[in-house]
């Protein structure tokens, strides 16, 4: 089996404590990789190495064109390997090919959008209350990020991340999920061939709990960029804040999907489903809370569940698939309990509720898509995070109802809002608490719109041009253009 080690310094080098952890395919359980075991000294190793390439004049001496110009041969290199990328993300994650093809054709843009910005990150002059001085502000990197990601869409999620951090001429030390190592290993030759000097960018894999804990409390590092769960962000953010680290936190979610009785019925339909089932739940935008107008909601129920009920789950390698396995034992174990956990909060079970089977998928991790009807909005299966396709139905009665239990959650990343009415539309989306609201349409994102969490649901924004702003600081310069320093004792 081929064994991967870090990339450090632009060398792969081997784990010190000489460990390695299997990846597993999540379609048939199997190992079919192995990646390094990282310890606090591999940790060291590349923090040291970011923390040297960010001095070196062959990174800090690059003008911000040039390194915009070196995201965008990179942007080149991706596309160019698009397909190679996707297919290691669909074994090491389970996700459908047809997904992760789809998010390694369109990452590219990323780094074409802030490679781009690189040469646009600008200070001001500012129009001083004083006489005799000339002030002015410097945009600066922070220096060595520390990207920690998960195991749902590894490259995506880490592109995110990595495009405004280059742009903006910080260095990284990237921590993949244990479970998703392979893509972000692969992606790591490529900076090589498209020119980054060595120990501008590195990946240290392992356990969070052993490297990244490392990482994350590492003196050298400025700044922690982590997407997970909220657990290990809350974690993070105590453990970073002994060294006063800046910290952007995107984590999970319990998204509202809103259907009003007059909706395109059968548009809010296929939204509900892509919010629910595509990814098999697991993405962090996942609308896990459907919320519908009573006088639809029955029709509405029996509608979903049919189509439910006959998506194909299969081998996420296949086009026709529909729904691939969930991404780790563990992962699978904690959905079939949350099942059993809303089943026993008197909820109802419409369809699904348990691992599936037949079909060439036993040795798989799949759970059957799941819909729970009358769930009330106080039950943990519509407060806590699944991670999973298992949906909770609520209904309600009014706009004000809606958007009351829309909101009352602790989370406040996406939201969904099925209406035809324009000015519903307006409403929902200044009254609902989310960092993105979706009208007639559900999980879309680009580069250019920003991304990130209300409340629970993170701190900071990754995409769009305010994205750029997590990785730098500002810098005010005071210069003496006629006045003079006479009185030492007061302040100018
Ligand atoms: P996780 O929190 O278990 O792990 C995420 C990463 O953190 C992994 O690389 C892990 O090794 C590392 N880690 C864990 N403990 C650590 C520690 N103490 N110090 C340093 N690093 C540590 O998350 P997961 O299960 O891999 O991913 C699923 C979660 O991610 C879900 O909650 C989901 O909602 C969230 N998510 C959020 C977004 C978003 O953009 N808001 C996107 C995708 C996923």
Known sequence: MQAYNHYIGGEWVKPTGNGYIDSKNPFDGQPWVQIARGTAEDADAAVDAAHAAFRNPAWAGLTPTQRGKLLARLADLIERDAQHLAELETRDNGKLFAEMHAQTRYIPEWFRYFGGLADKIQGAVIPLDKKGYFNFTRREPLGVIVAITPWNSPLLLLTWKLAPLLAAGNTVVIKPSEHTSVSTLELARLF?????????????????????????????????????????????????????????LELGGKSPNIVFEDADFD???????????????????????????????KRFLERLVERATTARLG????????????????QLAKVLDYIEIGKAEGAVPLCGGKRARGNGIDDGWFVEPTIFAEVDNSMRIAQEEIFGPVLSAIPFDTQDDAIRIANDSIYGLGAGVWTQNIKRAFALSEAIESGMVWVNTYRAVSFMSPFGGYKQSGIGRESGIEAIDEYLQTKSVWIAAGATVDNPFIIR
Do not use: W
């Open 192 to 248: 090589d061939e498209a020119g980054f000097p060595p120990g501008v960018v590195n990946v240290v894999t392992g356990f969070g709990a052993e490297v990244g804990q490392r990482l994350v409390t590492h003196p050298k590092v400025s700044k922690i960029a982590f997407t997970g769960s909220d657990a290990n962000g809350k974690l993070i953010y105590q453990t970073a804040a002994a060294s006063l680290k800046k910290v952007s």
């Open 267 to 297: 548009q809010a339909i296929n939204g509900v489903l892509s919010g629910i089932f595509a990814a098999s739940g697991q993405t962090c935008i996942a609308g896990s809370r459907l919320l519908v107008q009573r006088s639809i909601y």
């Open 315 to 330: 081998n996420p390698m296949q086009p026709d698939t529909q729904v691939g396995p969930v991404t780790t034992e563990v």
